[in-house]
């Protein structure tokens, strides 16, 4: 059973920085794509953020290219999503998913396993 464990987010002001991770269980992690998502209040969830197997290769949606960085470290089984320069558009709640393909995917259809949501909210 593969479990996704999210840090908390937070309340932050536009500008600010915030880091989210996602600690996986149960799975061959190191095998496999993941992802961030987000949904909005009154919204459909939305990409975000993709990453491969090695972390060589990344993908953004535009919202956020520039300001966000996907990253993961194998060793700790975890990925990581630095959000830069925040903005009041990016209050949501942030979910961490898991493929079962090893390149990135921006398709919801793709990610098989979900974090339980973080909540981001951006002050402005």
């Known amino acids: 059973q593969v479990q996704l464990v999210e840090s908390e987010g937070g309340l932050v002001q536009a500008g600010d920085s915030l880091r989210l991770s996602c600690a996986a269980s149960?799975?061959?992690?190191?095998?496999?794509?993941m992802g961030w998502f987000r949904q909005a209040p009154g919204k459909e969830r939305e990409f975000v953020a993709t990453?491969?197997?090695?972390?060589?290769?990344?993908y953004y949606a535009d919202s956020v290219k520039g300001r966000f960085t996907i990253s993961r470290d194998n060793a700790k089984n975890t990925v990581y999503l630095q959000m830069n320069s925040l903005k009041p558009e990016d209050t949501a709640v942030y979910y961490c998913?898991?493929?079962?393909?090893?390149?990135?995917?921006?398709?919801?259809?793709?990610?098989?396993?979900w974090g339980q949501g973080t909540q981001v909210t951006v002050s402005s």
């Open positions: 149960g799975s061959t992690f190191s095998n496999f794509a």
């Open positions: 990453i491969n197997w090695n972390g060589r290769n990344t």
């Open positions: 998913a898991h493929t079962r393909r090893s390149g990135y995917s921006s398709t919801e259809k793709e990610y098989f396993y």
